[in-house]
């Protein structure tokens, strides 16, 4: 099995935003943009989107876009059918985002993404 | 010793029989049956029931069952005991029933149980649940100390092996299981394979928690040493990193449950080894290694050659998940399985465990949750009041 038939796109459709907050991720994604925030304050990253900074609490969070390298934390390799916009097998990671290690002493984790 | 006597102890206990599909039965008759049998084991009527604690269940068994005005509880799985416990020794209650069960509710055994893979637009969207989300674990476990595939199917094969000989497990007679029968299941999420993985059941069960200076009951009182219940968020709605801490800094979510033993042993005034049998909620078989090192049996990253050496086995020096757990016994609905480590702690402290039982056993730990859930909570029962 290559990683690239492991790595392969996705073919399901992109959910719709559950609440306001999370809509400019979904944005981002219909334009193969990786978007999170960032504090404007205290300069840590947050994701999943909140409504506040985890860190300081400030409510001043900016939507940034990230370049889309990061490091692996951790990964699986799905074989089992879940849900029918999932075709395995599939890799679920967490990634810790270069810009998020840049700018925290602690890692901050990106969606696990496939 | 403590200040003052305890009261409060698990005075009664019953399993329904547990079965992959119960046809003809319904969550309520489950629970019905199981709460009969749980008092009918204590030797305690329904008249004289005063607390009832069953999740969201609760106000509908105390109108059911014509027992208010009742004292209701809302903990979930083992945190339903201290609870009920902390009900009686500060006179809220007298005699609390306990109760769960599942039966007619999830019958697609072609998907993964609907309660393990939340609609959230976090979880969904990444083909995320549950055997992912501990498997994200394990992984990170594996890269960083080296622990290995054969170490997990210890771990499985030793808990389904128990099952094997439990008389009340759905898998009974099912093995025995080597390690490599494990490892040559089919692939679910890597590292897991099937056999590593909880099974999806139905059943029931209750325990009554009773002041015993009130009631003079039929069967040797188990008592609440210590607990801990302890959270890092949400189950199944952000990565489970195994790094992930709160802004103290301390115990990462990958040791969580360390916290809880901590105090429930310093509450008990017990230590590690005093402990004779540890009923450990077993999900996907990574998770006892996890646990292990969680609750300080063994030193960080050395729980995969500790379960190597032999250490869990039903002979062994922390025998684990005597009934079969969750991968062999049962896993029906949400609350359950939870509540049954606890069930099963009774039964190895009053040496009811049949085949499986622990000589001399006087002090269980048990355990709910696991790091891919961000929560674990941990129950410390002995036959003594201490």
Redesign the interface.
């Known amino acids: 099995m290559t990683s690239e038939h492991i790595l392969q796109p996705?073919s399901g459709r992109?959910?719709?935003?559950?609440s306001p907050i999370?809509a400019s991720f979904?944005e981002g994604c219909t334009k193969h943009e990786l978007r999170y925030q960032r504090c404007a304050d205290c300069g840590q990253a947050a994701f999943?989107p909140s409504e506040h900074c985890r860190?300081c609490l400030s409510f001043r969070l900016d939507w940034t876009t990230s370049a889309g390298l990061g490091e692996i934390?951790?990964?699986?390799?799905?074989?089992?059918?879940?849900?029918p916009?999932?075709a395995p097998p599939?890799a679920?990671?967490?990634v810790t985002l270069r810009e998020a290690t840049r700018c925290s002493p602690?890692?901050s984790?990106?969606?696990?993404?496939? | 010793m403590s200040a003052r006597k305890r009261r409060a102890a698990i005075v009664g206990v019953y399993n329904t029989r547990q079965g992959r599909r119960m046809d003809g039965e319904t969550s309520r008759s489950l629970a019905l049956e199981a709460v009969r049998g749980a008092l009918a084991d204590a030797g305690i009527e329904l008249a004289c029931v005063d607390g009832i604690t069953s999740g969201a269940l609760s106000p509908t068994l105390i109108y059911d069952l014509r027992l208010g005005p009742a004292w209701q509880g809302f903990g979930f799985g083992l945190g339903m005991i201290t609870e009920a416990a902390a009900a009686i020794e500060n006179g809220l209650a007298e005699a609390v029933v306990l109760v769960a069960a599942q039966a007619g509710e999830y019958r697609d055994h072609e998907?993964?149980a609907p309660w393990t893979?939340p609609e959230?637009?976090?979880v969904?969207?990444?083909?995320?649940?549950t055997?992912?989300e501990f498997?994200?674990?394990a992984?990170?476990h594996m890269?960083v100390y080296g622990t290995t595939r054969e170490q997990l199917s210890i771990v499985a094969a030793t808990i389904r092996n128990n099952g094997a000989r439990n008389p009340e497990a759905v898998y009974y007679q099912r093995g025995p299981f080597g390690s490599d029968d494990i490892t040559a299941s089919?692939?679910?999420?890597?590292?897991f394979h099937l056999l590593d993985c909880a099974t999806t059941s139905e059943g029931g069960c209750a325990l009554v928690v009773a002041n015993v200076e009130k009631f003079g009951v039929a069967r040797p009182p188990i008592y609440v040493l210590g607990s801990g219940f302890y959270f890092y968020g949400p189950s199944y709605?952000?990565?489970?990193?195994?790094?992930?801490?709160g802004?103290s800094g301390t115990d990462p979510n990958g040791v969580v449950g360390r916290h809880a033993s901590d105090l429930a042993f310093a509450h008990a005034r017990l230590d590690r080894g005093d402990v004779d049998v540890l009923e450990l909620y077993d999900p996907f078989s990574f998770e006892i290694i996890r646990q292990l090192e969680a609750f300080r049996f063994c030193p960080d990253g050395e729980g995969g050659p500790f379960v190597a050496d032999g250490h869990i086995a039903i002979d062994g020096s922390h025998p684990v998940t005597t009934d079969g757990g969750t991968m062999s016994f049962s896993h029906a609905g949400t609350n359950p399985q939870m509540m049954q480590r606890a069930i099963r702690a009774v039964q190895q402290l009053r040496g009811d465990a049949g085949p499986l039982q622990v000589p001399d056993a006087h002090i269980a730990l048990c355990s709910n949750g696991g790091a891919g859930a961000l929560f674990t909570t941990v129950l410390l029962l002995g036959d003594q009041p201490r």
């Open positions: 996705q992109l959910p719709h935003a559950e999370s979904w999943p860190t934390y951790s990964w699986t390799l799905v074989h089992r059918p879940v849900t916009e999932f599939y679920p990671a967490i602690t890692s984790e990106s969606p696990p993404t496939s | 998907a993964t893979r959230n637009e976090f969904a969207s990444w083909g995320m649940f055997a992912a498997a994200l674990i992984r990170r890269h089919r692939p679910i999420a890597d590292p709605q952000h990565p489970p990193a195994w790094d992930l801490t802004r």
